[in-house]
């Protein structure tokens, strides 16, 4: 069990992944609170032990404290962990900006790039909180309700600083659950933005159904694609190819837990893009993804035509089983290429 530190850690966003983060780390000793949007919610949570919205039926530990008010919960906060979409994100760094000290270390386990900007996570922070703030990112292969349940998990903290990612990797580390640490924040972030475009893709070739072989295939290619970008913004092939790049790849693709991959499933089958949006109650973050992976690859001049192909159903109206058609007759090439 490890160290609880003098002051608590916030939490900021009480959806599935938020939760079940502040629960680990009430889990472990730890003080922490978590603070969301919706009042009533919370109050619900603190009233039930449950966050019944998002993980039902997962006991929360009692040590978790729940707090509304956003200045009250990071009050006095060594490290602030964001759990946001990534379109809410500067939003949230904004609005809490007031409320912490220059000494506040920032975490974030949201994925994404910025809507409309395609910036990386890591730019926002230093955009709203300056360069010299201590920060981190937790990424990787991870469904919140499995770690809710305590199943076996492994994940990588990136940090510039070693030492930072070190102790936040301590601080999540237990029985079930192993932290790795990285310094490459760039390529962790990539691969956790560049991933859900590819699940979208992986679920409209299975609503196609395609079979394991074309699944496999695309998976395969889609990982390329993400080390092609991932290189050009100044990540690393050997993080790509870790728990932040492969390893979350494989698993948004394949399993149904999945959002991006659950409305990819939809649009093969047939529904339109809005039906299957709706179907999904959550944010599905690889559509604004696709959107800001099209506009930098074109802008370095990158090949990545599986993403070209989500796009063009997504915003061109294209048909799935036409996108497929056109990445299937392309020019025969090398694998390495």
Known sequence: MNTAPLVPTAVLGAGAWGTALAALLAAN???TRLWGRNEAHLQEMADSGINSHYLPDIKLPKALQFE???AIAAAACQDLL???PSHAFRQTLEAVEPFISPETRLIWA?????PKTGRLLHQIVEDVMGET???AVITGPTFALEVAKGLPTALTVASKDQDFASEIAAR???????AYTSTDVVGVEVGGAVKNILAIAAGIADGLGFGANARAALITRGLSEVMRLGEALGGHKETLMGLAGM?????????????NRRFGLALGRGESIADARASIKQVVEGIDATREAHHLANTLGIDMPITEQVYQVLFNNCSPRKAVHHLLTRVQKAESI
């Open 110 to 114: 949201s994925k994404g790039f910025e």
């Open 29 to 31: 000793g730890q003080p």
């Open 172 to 178: 999540l580390h237990n029985d079930t659950f192993r």
């Open 247 to 259: 390893g979350d790849l494989v698993l948004t693709c394949t399993d149904d837990q999945s959002r």
């Open 68 to 70: 509304a008010d956003l």
């Open 82 to 84: 964001l759990v946001v």
């Open 133 to 135: 703030r201590a920060m």
